[in-house]
């Protein structure tokens, strides 16, 4: 059974890498929530692996 969790989380996390550049930002923050936890370091490690891969997802700039 774990084996297939495994193969399941595995596939939707990578359906969810795939698609997230087209997904809405409400949306993309809250699987952002969901999949970081509260530790800051791997908040930031997620947040700078997202943004690499799909920079159009990069925070907009802070207004002047």
């Not at 993309?28 to 936890?37: G, I, M, T």
């Not at 908040?43 to 802070?62: E, K, M, Q």
């Amino acid at each position: 059974m774990n084996e297939s969790h495994d193969q399941c989380s595995r596939l939707l996390g990578e359906a969810a890498l795939a698609l997230w550049p087209d997904l809405p930002r409400a949306v993309q923050e809250r699987l952002f929530e969901a999949a970081a936890p509260a530790d800051e370091g791997v908040r930031n490690n997620l947040a700078v692996f997202l943004h690499g891969r799909h920079p159009r997802t990069a925070h907009a700039g802070r207004p002047a």
